[in-house]
């Protein structure tokens, strides 16, 4: 799986959906990088784990004292690096590491961030310092579920405990304390049949990475059928659930 996994987004390269027109409606307000910026001062010592091509900690990161950022693609760092150059008094360093894996020192940071990507919480808690954070955003088993029961598969469709409750399990056995944990709703309206089409290409939401990889198919019949469904004055509806976690050293 992990595997599959790398090639995937060594192929894609980039976490960028500035191309995909959508809106997004709040239906929740727990937000990721304002836990962070609460959590967080201009001293602080911050890792981000699966970081992408750095577009949303570039944007949305407060300003801390310095951010490691890190992923297992090349292709990742590559372009988070290019992207760094819009943001020359970002205090970011961009490096190749295995969240699961991962090699850095012990009681070093005072907050580790992972948005959307697999963690290891013992890793995580050794190397955070005594009270340390942990803040944590995912996608769960019910994200786009209308979608996923249409096609009969999808991201965690089969999973038999949901995302969120591995990763609280994972964290409580690693010792973390005071671990909290929300349900993120939030729907989006994309503009056309061809932005939402967009999505489920870049994305494993449909299908998993290895097929995405090689054949990333979407039949046409069941994507018409969810359209028909959930298509407004708005855009077409996908109704996405998050969920959100903090945790304490
Ligand atoms: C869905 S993207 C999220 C990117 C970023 N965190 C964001 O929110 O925009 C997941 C990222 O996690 C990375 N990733 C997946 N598994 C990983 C692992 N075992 N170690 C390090 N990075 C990993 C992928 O390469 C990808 O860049």
Request: glycine share 6%.
């Amino acid at each position: 799986m992990e595997e599959s996994e790398l090639n995937f987004y060594q192929t894609i390269g980039d976490w960028d959906f500035s191309q995909i027109k959508y809106s997004t409606e709040k239906i929740t307000n727990w937000n990721f990088y304002k836990i962070i910026e609460e959590n967080t001062n201009e001293k602080s010592i911050c890792l981000d784990l699966g970081t992408g091509g750095g577009e949303n900690i570039l944007k949305n990161y407060p300003e801390v004292g310095m951010i490691i950022a890190t992923d297992f693609s090349d292709e990742m760092i590559k372009t988070a690096k290019e992207n760094l150059k819009r943001y020359p008094t970002k205090n970011v360093k961009f490096i190749k590491m295995d969240n699961l894996n991962m090699k850095v020192p012990n009681d070093l940071f005072n907050l580790v961030s992972a948005r959307h990507t697999v963690i290891d919480a013992k890793q995580i808690y050794d190397c955070l310092t005594e009270n340390g954070i942990v803040v944590i955003e995912g996608v769960d088993k019910k994200d786009c579920w209308d979608l996923k029961r249409i096609f009969k598969r999808g991201q965690a469709y089969n999973d038999e405990f949901s995302i969120s409750e591995q990763d609280y399990k994972g964290l409580e056995k690693a010792g973390f304390k005071q671990i909290k944990r929300v349900e993120i709703l939030e729907n989006e309206y994309y503009e056309t049949e061809a932005d939402l089409m967009a999505l489920l290409q870049k994305t494993p939401i449909i299908n998993d990475f290895s097929k995405i990889h090689s054949n990333n198919s979407i039949e046409l019949d069941l994507f018409n059928e969810y359209v028909k469904k959930y298509k407004s004055e708005k855009g077409i509806l996908l109704k996405r659930v998050l969920y959100g976690i903090v945790a304490k050293k």
